[in-house]
């Protein structure tokens, strides 16, 4: 993204559709969280792609109707994992490998979290990718965006684990099995706790061969959410002053 393209994003953030409104993802990895967040959102993370002579080609993410954008470090994971010419295949890496990608890991959450920053300067809707599977930490994370103003959900898309295995097996970015068993009983272990967590807020995809009903269905309560005014009052007084701001 061009700084003047971000610029433009963040002075048109208090007309954004889904201004101040962040929805949390929760799933185990295998779940399908991002391919089940964009069919309920229309928003996508970027991807990658190697080509001739060009390092690597960036395709952008999709914003959907709602304006949502996707805090997903999995995007700068695996394009750092292009640029050093790595395997998607983790499970096949040896401990040098292992190591270099965890380097590469830590690069991606810090450009990460700079990106979310700027977008939350500009209150703009947020997609926040991950397993969710710490409830502390989450809840501190959920604290600080509402503290700012903004509404907070979760999208916790749920699937058996042997369909878990079974997608994880399918895609390009294979994790070792044992990492499927862990976040799936970590994340299972926590479900209640995260829908206490978002009460009035909690939506699940069950994601087993989902259909297109389902995800419609999600789509349908998802938009209902995002087009609730703001409730917090640091979300109207920042809106009063930047509209007050415009007229300027």
Do not use: C
């Amino acid at each position: 993204m061009k700084f003047t393209d971000l610029k433009q994003e963040l002075l048109e953030g208090v007309y954004d559709p889904g201004i101040f409104k962040a929805f949390f993802l929760a799933g185990g990895s295998g779940s399908g969280k991002s391919y089940s967040a964009e069919k309920a959102t229309g928003s996508a993370s970027g991807k990658f792609q190697w080509h001739e002579k060009i390092e690597a080609k960036i395709t952008p993410g999709k914003v959907g109707p709602y304006g949502l954008k996707v805090v997903n470090s999995d995007e700068q994971l695996e394009f750092g994992l292009l640029k050093a010419k790595m395997s998607s295949n983790m499970r096949a890496y040896t401990d040098d490998e292992t190591t270099k990608k965890e380097l590469i890991r830590a690069k991606g959450k810090k450009v990460t979290a700079k990106r979310e920053q700027l977008w939350v300067h500009g209150r703009l809707g947020l997609i926040i990718d991950g397993t969710a599977h710490d409830l502390m930490k989450l809840s501190d994370r959920k604290k600080t965006l509402e503290d700012v103003g903004y509404d907070t959900y979760m999208i916790f898309v749920n699937t058996s684990l042997d369909i878990a295995l079974q997608q994880n097996q399918n895609r390009a970015r294979k994790l070792k099995d044992e990492v499927i068993h862990r976040t799936w009983e970590e994340v299972q272990g926590i479900k209640d706790g995260l829908a206490n967590l978002f009460p009035g807020g909690f939506v699940e995809i069950v994601n087993n061969r989902a259909g297109e009903d389902v995800f419609r269905k999600a789509f349908v309560q998802i938009g209902k959410l995002i087009k609730r005014p703001p409730t917090k009052p640091a979300a109207k007084m920042w809106i009063a002053h930047e509209l007050e701001q415009k007229k300027r």
